[in-house]
């Protein structure tokens, strides 16, 4: 709980550098990137957090790795600030909360769509633009194929699912169905 915590106060924190100067989007996707190099060298962490080299060798790094990924000075000041605080460690979840401040302030959220195999790109773009009126954002949707679904679709967005699959609606009458036994039993 403290680390999301902590990791959402350095969220905020850069986000809003980024809309005083206007460049919230891109100080977002320059975290991505950084992220995503931490993800791909994880050996990277042990080398920033190790004690044995001086802050001022770790920072060199970041600097360097800031130059080679063009990031911004901004970024690069906060990714140096992570590793002289001994945070670097949460920049995976400082990124998720990036992002999700982000898309608040540029009006859009993520949906994701499960759909059976076959089902028709028009139905899911009918999906798309009624979220997208029904909420008034901008949606960027997700298509995941479920080959356990036998039909209909299950929607997510944030953390309310939508499920209006035919396996749910099965499963649900067969429990209605046993109820109605058992009051007979």
């Given amino acids: 709980m403290r680390k999301t915590t902590l990791a959402k106060r350095y969220a905020e924190a850069l986000i809003d550098i980024g809309r005083e100067d206007g460049s919230y989007e891109q100080y977002g996707e320059q975290l991505r990137s950084a992220n995503t190099v931490f993800e791909s060298f994880p050996e990277l962490y042990k080398v920033l957090l190790n004690p044995m080299y001086r802050i001022e060798t770790r920072k060199t790094i970041v600097e360097e790795l800031g130059k080679r990924l063009g990031l911004s000075q901004v970024v690069v000041k906060f990714l140096c600030l992570?590793?002289?605080r001994r945070h670097i460690r949460l920049l995976e979840e400082i990124t998720k909360q990036y992002s999700q401040l982000e898309d608040r302030l540029a009006g859009r959220i993520r949906?994701?769509?499960?759909?059976?195999?076959?089902?028709?790109?028009?139905?899911?773009?009918?999906?798309k633009e009624k979220i997208e009126r029904e909420s008034g954002n901008r949606v960027i949707l997700k298509t995941l194929h479920n080959p356990d679904l036998i039909g209909g679709l299950i929607i997510k967005i944030g953390n309310t699912i939508f499920d209006g699959s035919i396996k749910t609606q099965l499963e649900r009458m067969k429990e209605k169905l046993l109820e109605g036994v058992s009051l007979y039993v």
């Fill in 111 to 127: 949906v994701t769509v499960e759909v059976a195999e076959g089902v028709e790109e028009g139905l899911i773009n009918e999906v």
């Fill in 82 to 84: 992570l590793v002289e």
